[in-house]
């Protein structure tokens, strides 16, 4: 199992453009999360998906977008990029188990900059 | 609200000392989870540890032990005899029942020193 995936692993934007992320999963998991880390402040939830077809925002949502439209995968857009949004991206995945807190399982990370 | 807070921003210790990290959790339910990763240089965030709010049984997993304190709201990571390879950004986490989501700490950064 290669578990929780990203593409690319590295990336350079100019302000204003914009790209899409990919995080594909091979463990069933039906939780799905983007973090951002930047030094300092730990890890930071952008958007989370609890199904297929599903999100929700997290705690720094704003200049990006997700959609998951398989279980498997989860992407994340950034429509307009700005510098501000220059990170480090973890996808993560959680499996669903009643009345338990599953261990989310991370990625490799993604690192953007943004120029 | 929740909140998770690692004071010690970064540990120095030379290879065979033992060290503490400390983890101090805040929120107002009683059932949560808490949680330890470490990030390696590498990059990667590997799971250490969960802990649920109804078991405050002391963990150890061979040089690693984990403390957890209700009383405190604290959940302290433990390496004895610490090594190189220990060197790395831990990150205590907290999640609260019923939310999807994982509420992290700042993370502190530990160098171990040959």
């Known amino acids: 199992n290669a578990g929780v995936t990203q593409t690319p692993k590295f990336r350079v934007l100019k302000t204003g453009q914009s790209m899409t992320l990919l995080c594909a999963q091979d463990?069933?998991?039906?939780?799905m999360y983007w973090y951002r880390q930047d030094p300092g402040m730990g890890l930071r939830l952008i958007h989370y998906?609890?199904?297929?077809?599903?999100?929700a925002k997290g705690e720094v949502p704003d200049g990006y977008n997700v959609s998951r439209l398989k279980k498997q995968n989860f992407l994340l857009g950034l429509e307009s990029a700005a510098p501000s949004q220059t990170s480090v991206y973890f996808c993560?995945?959680?499996?669903?188990?009643?009345?338990?807190?599953?261990?989310?399982?991370f990625g490799p990370g993604t690192r953007l900059t943004v120029l | 609200a929740q909140k998770v807070t690692q004071a010690q921003t970064e540990i120095s210790v030379v290879e065979k000392e033992d060290v503490t990290l400390d983890c101090v959790y805040e929120?107002?339910?009683?059932?949560?989870?808490l949680f330890w990763y470490k990030q390696p240089p590498s990059g990667e965030l590997v799971f250490l540890i969960r802990?649920?709010?109804?078991?405050?049984q002391n963990e150890i997993s061979g040089r690693y032990s984990w403390n957890f304190q209700k009383s405190t709201s604290s959940f302290n990571f433990t390496i004895t005899a610490s090594q190189v390879v220990d060197s790395a950004v831990y990150f205590c986490?907290?999640?609260?029942?019923?939310?999807?989501?994982?509420?992290f700490g700042t993370g502190t950064r530990l160098q171990v020193f040959p």
């Open positions: 993560a995945s959680r499996l669903l188990a009643e009345g338990l807190y599953n261990e989310q399982f």
């Open positions: 463990m069933n998991h039906e939780y």
């Open positions: 998906s609890v199904g297929e077809g599903t999100t």
């Open positions: 929120t107002r339910d009683t059932t949560y989870y």
């Open positions: 802990r649920n709010s109804f078991d405050e």
């Open positions: 986490a907290l999640s609260v029942y019923n939310t999807d989501k994982l509420i």
